[in-house]
């Protein structure tokens, strides 16, 4: 018997719709079924790679991990990754297919690969017991609705009981959730079993008047009020950005300061999570020079295109600043695309990255980087060559580099590969190891390092494991959703029940 599904669709973007999906796969694998997520389409630069080296969106490898199922292509069979203007890479079951601009890809492109995303959910309801779908955006883009193939087209496929999530933290909750149903066909609208109100602060029964009227407004109930949680889980949308835990402090707040350069194409910005959970630690996001200051720490995070952003960087006078810093004595360090820009050369004769052409980087660190076609997404484990530690992280690069010089490489990878570079002074490092800072004992260090060289005690080395850290997330999250949500109203649309959990399908 196929899955049972329920889709998640929203108001609009960042709204919750993610981690309510890895609240609800949590939830269902507790009470014993077998769930999996599934999103037809998505769109975003933080990815996460499979353990067959597929590369989907990191919202449903999140939600997998919650599911406590190992992640495929076959939940989130597109990817697009922006990479310039109107062009994205389109990734297809995990793998790079084509690099295509937006005209094309609707006009023509989005009706072959139909088959191939409902082959991917197919296949899903036969294996698991529910599936949980996430929409993308708004179900109601009136401009967009004949090509979108993330929200009611899959809702209709999968016979999904949908319900609306709307963000009451931004204001207009109750027109956004009414308009959103105005703007959808009858058929749709039909579809829609219930409403979430996500990311309320305040005196609950505040909203009770407005949840009535609602509710007789549109003849929906309301299935949860859910407070603004801050859940340590990784986010996968460059909007989340402007609601992370950024800090501007006042000087001397922060025992340890660290800033990231906030790139116009970063990706995989979860990276530097784990630096928030540091004691006396403070992350700053920088877009301009002006905002620099001196930093114990400089982190050029990953880019979906290097090239342009290495032009980006001499245009705001970073490469001058970045100078500067290190001849203050700022530590830099850059991961994937940020290890690129720190060398000294890149080339891109087939226009892989972007364009193509050749720029200079900030050459801090004597390497030369190629870019091919050949894309390499792969899980890694290997050993710091400073101190043998034991880091492990994935590969996401179309990028070759080389060390030239007294460089010397930063780790060891378990294939026998050498990756990244090291300074001969040991002021700046890369390498193209993401997830490298969830390696929490070696960012204990780091941050550490920082603290000594400026007269500070050492921080205790009792850091909790990465993977507890995300359990426990998981946890908390389904227990605060299960508090504040009517999960037995969820059974009820979905013909089932939690006591049977256990006689699903072997």
Not at 119 to 135: A, H, I, K, N, W
Not at 216 to 239: F, M, N, R
Not at 405 to 414: H, N, V
Request: glycine share 8%; aromatic share 6%.
């Amino acid at each position: 018997m196929p899955a049972v599904s329920i889709m998640i669709q929203g108001t609009a973007s960042d709204v919750g719709k993610s981690l309510i999906c890895t609240a609800l796969c949590r939830i269902f694998s507790d009470d014993g079924f077998r769930v999996a997520p599934f999103k037809s389409q998505n769109m975003a630069l933080n990815s996460f790679v499979t353990e067959a080296a597929g590369e989907i969106g990191r919202a449903q490898g999140v939600q997998a991990e919650a599911a406590r199922i190992p992640a495929t292509f076959d939940m989130n069979p597109i990817l697009l990754k922006p990479k310039q203007d109107m062009v994205s890479e389109v990734i297809v079951h995990g793998r790079h297919f084509m690099d295509m601009n937006a005209k094309t890809y609707r006009d023509d492109f989005l009706q072959q690969v139909m088959p191939a995303v409902e082959q991917s959910m197919r296949r899903l309801q036969q294996d698991f017991d529910v599936l949980v779908l996430e929409g993308a955006g708004s179900p109601a883009e009136i401009n967009l609705k004949d090509k979108d193939i993330a929200n009611m087209r899959m809702a209709h496929l999968a016979d999904a009981a949908v319900i609306l999530v709307v963000d009451i933290d931004k204001g207009g909750a109750f027109a956004a959730i009414v308009g959103t149903l105005a703007l959808l066909d009858e058929s749709e609208r039909i579809r829609v079993k219930g409403i979430i109100i996500n990311k309320f602060r305040g005196m609950r029964e505040l909203l009770d008047d407005g949840i009535d009227w609602l509710e007789k407004e549109t003849g929906i109930p309301v299935l949860g009020v859910l407070p603004y949680l801050d859940v340590q889980i990784d986010a996968e949308d460059s909007l989340a950005l402007s609601s992370l835990r950024f800090k501007k402090p006042k000087p001397g707040e922060f025992a340890v300061d660290i800033a990231v350069i906030r790139l116009p194409r970063i990706s995989n910005f979860t990276d530097i999570d784990p630096f928030f959970d540091e004691p006396e630690t403070g992350v700053r996001l920088i877009g301009k020079v002006e905002e620099l200051g001196t930093p114990d720490l400089l982190i050029i995070p990953g880019t979906k295109n290097t090239l342009a952003d290495a032009a980006w960087l001499k245009d705001m006078g970073f490469d001058a600043a970045i100078q500067q810093l290190r001849q203050h004595g700022t530590k830099i360090f850059g991961v994937c695309g940020g290890f690129q820009l720190l060398g000294e050369s890149l080339t891109d004769n087939e226009a892989v990255d972007g364009e193509g052409g050749a720029a200079s980087g900030l050459s801090l660190l004597p390497v030369d980087t190629v870019f091919v076609g050949d894309k390499k997404t792969v899980l890694m484990t290997g050993r710091q060559v400073k101190d043998g530690q034991m880091l492990t992280g994935y590969e996401i690069h179309l990028g070759r580099s080389t060390i030239r010089g007294e460089a010397t490489p930063f780790m060891q990878l378990s294939d026998g590969r050498m990756d990244g570079a090291v300074s001969a002074d040991g002021s700046v490092a890369g390498t193209y190891l993401h997830g490298i800072f969830h390696n929490r004992n070696f960012t204990r260090e780091l941050v550490n390092e920082l603290r000594v060289k400026k007269g500070l005690e050492p921080l205790e080395d009792n850091v909790k494991p990465d993977a507890q850290r995300r359990e426990e997330a998981y946890d908390f999250l389904a227990e605060q959703v299960r508090s504040h949500m009517n999960i037995e109203a969820v059974y009820q649309l979905l013909g089932l029940s939690a006591d049977a959990a256990h006689k699903s399908k072997v």
